[in-house]
């Protein structure tokens, strides 16, 4: 995956929303992100950490309140920040694909299935009604939705979650992205359901040498989907690596901890790991380190500076006072220890 090209290239992205009383509050602040071709990048963190914010500030989605207010979203060489809204149209839905985390309120309650699908073919090719319909129910088969005819005229509210969640990835494979943004597409399905959506990416993925974006909470789902994983905390990228790096030698306290709380690493403990505390709002961000309130290492820098985005020895990114910006292998493994 070394020498491949980025298809996506987020540099310094700050996202605001206007909060009470008309003040500014950031909810992503100055995160960088690389998507290279064909590759899986995944993206976790607890919730309302920044997620699902920064998905959609690329895909300049995030409605009246929310603005970008600085950096850059390169994609397949063009600042997308800086596109017209129709250019920007003809990209979205086409070249670049998003799952949403919640598939109800991204589809449209009273159009049916095949319309929403068809509209997506209708903006971006060139078919006619006839070949739309062929195609729209060649998708509807293809993510694995039973009668795909009847479907067709069927609307979002007759079907299931998982369903409902499977029309979404038609919708995005419809115009055969180059990149698929995923937000939690499996939290709220079973696990039988779960496990059949992630085979469903994977193969798209493969057949249309796709790079995806994939925000879960679920390690196991990094573990088995990921090349690259980012950890994001309080609306920053903490941590980055390769995913057997990351998931092998976490370096900061808070992707540990993370690691810790999956469930198969209670290794017989009767009750299950969790860091304590929670996750500082937006607005109410500390001035140090924002895990330093949580973190147990923490010593009177981290709650007086908070620590820059470091380069370790081993390719990976870590923001944590306890490594030094040119960490040697030793001091990486006695972290693990840790
Ligand atoms: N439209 C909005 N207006 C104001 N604040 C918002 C808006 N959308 C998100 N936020 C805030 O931004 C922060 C980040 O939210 P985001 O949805 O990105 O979290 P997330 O990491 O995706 O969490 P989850 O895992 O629960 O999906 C949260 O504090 C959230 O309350
Ligand atoms: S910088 Fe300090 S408080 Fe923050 S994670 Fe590292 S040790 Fe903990
Ligand atoms: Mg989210």
Same mark, same amino acid.
């Given at each position: 995956?070394? =020498?491949?090209? !980025?298809?996506?290239?987020?540099?310094? *992205?700050?996202?605001?929303?206007? %909060?009470?009383?008309?003040?500014?509050?950031?909810?992503?602040? %100055?995160?960088? *992100?690389?998507?290279?071709?064909?590759?899986?990048?995944?993206?976790?963190?607890?919730? %309302?950490?920044?997620?699902?914010?920064?998905?959609?500030?690329?895909?300049?989605?995030?409605?009246?309140? =929310?603005?970008?207010?600085?950096?850059?979203?390169?994609?397949?060489?063009?600042?997308?920040?800086?596109?017209?809204?129709?250019?920007?149209?003809?990209?979205?839905?086409?070249? *670049? #694909?998003?799952?949403?985390?919640?598939?109800?309120?991204?589809?449209?309650?009273?159009?049916?299935?095949?319309? +929403?699908?068809?509209?997506?073919?209708?903006?971006?090719?060139?078919?006619?009604?006839?070949?739309?319909?062929?195609?729209?129910?060649?998708?509807?088969? +293809?993510?694995?939705?039973?009668?795909?005819q009847d479907i067709f005229g069927e609307y979002p509210h007759r079907l299931s979650g998982g369903m409902r969640q499977r029309?979404?990835?038609?919708?995005?494979?419809?115009?055969? !992205?180059?990149? *698929?943004?995923?937000?939690? !597409?499996?939290?709220?399905?079973?696990?039988?359901?779960?496990?059949?959506?992630?085979?469903?990416?994977?193969?798209?993925?493969?057949?249309?040498g796709m790079s995806v974006m994939l925000i879960t909470h679920d390690l196991g789902v990094v573990a088995e989907m990921c090349?690259?994983?980012?950890?994001?905390?309080?609306?920053?990228?903490?941590?980055?690596?390769?995913?057997?790096?990351?998931?092998?030698?976490?370096?900061?306290?808070?992707?540990? =901890?993370?690691? +810790? #709380?999956?469930?198969?690493?209670?290794? %017989?403990?009767?009750?299950?790991? #969790?860091?304590?505390?929670?996750v500082p709002s937006p607005g109410e961000w500390p001035q140090g380190c924002r895990f330093a309130p949580r973190c147990q290492?923490?010593?009177?820098?981290?709650?007086?500076?908070?620590? !820059?985005?470091?380069?370790?020895?081993?390719?990976?990114?870590?923001?944590?006072?306890?490594?030094?910006?040119?960490?040697?292998?030793?001091?990486?493994?006695?972290?693990?220890?840790?």
């Amino acid at each position: 995956m070394e =020498g491949k090209p !980025p298809v996506l290239s987020v540099k310094g *992205l700050t996202t605001q929303f206007i %909060g009470r009383k008309n003040t500014s509050v950031t909810v992503v602040d %100055g995160v960088d *992100l690389l998507v290279k071709k064909g590759e899986t990048l995944g993206i976790v963190g607890e919730s %309302g950490c920044g997620k699902s914010v920064t998905s959609l500030s690329i895909m300049r989605l995030l409605g009246k309140n =929310g603005r970008v207010v600085s950096g850059q979203v390169e994609f397949e060489g063009k600042d997308l920040l800086t596109l017209e809204e129709k250019e920007m149209r003809k990209i979205r839905g086409n070249r *670049l #694909a998003m799952i949403f985390q919640e598939p109800m309120t991204s589809l449209n309650p009273v159009l049916t299935i095949g319309r +929403q699908i068809g509209e997506v073919l209708q903006l971006h090719t060139p078919l006619g009604w006839e070949e739309r319909k062929k195609r729209t129910i060649e998708l509807i088969a +293809q993510v694995g939705i039973p009668r795909a005819q009847d479907i067709f005229g069927e609307y979002p509210h007759r079907l299931s979650g998982g369903m409902r969640q499977r029309v979404m990835i038609a919708m995005a494979m419809a115009c055969h !992205p180059q990149l *698929l943004i995923a937000d939690e !597409p499996t939290t709220a399905l079973d696990v039988t359901i779960q496990a059949q959506m992630l085979t469903l990416i994977r193969d798209m993925r493969a057949k249309a040498g796709m790079s995806v974006m994939l925000i879960t909470h679920d390690l196991g789902v990094v573990a088995e989907m990921c090349d690259r994983v980012l950890v994001m905390y309080a609306g920053q990228v903490i941590e980055s690596a390769d995913v057997r790096t990351l998931l092998r030698h976490p370096k900061h306290p808070y992707t540990m =901890g993370l690691i +810790q #709380a999956v469930p198969h690493n209670a290794r %017989g403990k009767k009750r299950l790991y #969790a860091i304590s505390g929670n996750v500082p709002s937006p607005g109410e961000w500390p001035q140090g380190c924002r895990f330093a309130p949580r973190c147990q290492e923490a010593k009177p820098i981290c709650h007086t500076q908070n620590p !820059p985005l470091l380069k370790m020895k081993d390719g990976s990114e870590c923001r944590c006072w306890l490594h030094e910006p040119i960490a040697t292998e030793e001091a990486a493994e006695g972290r693990d220890a840790i």
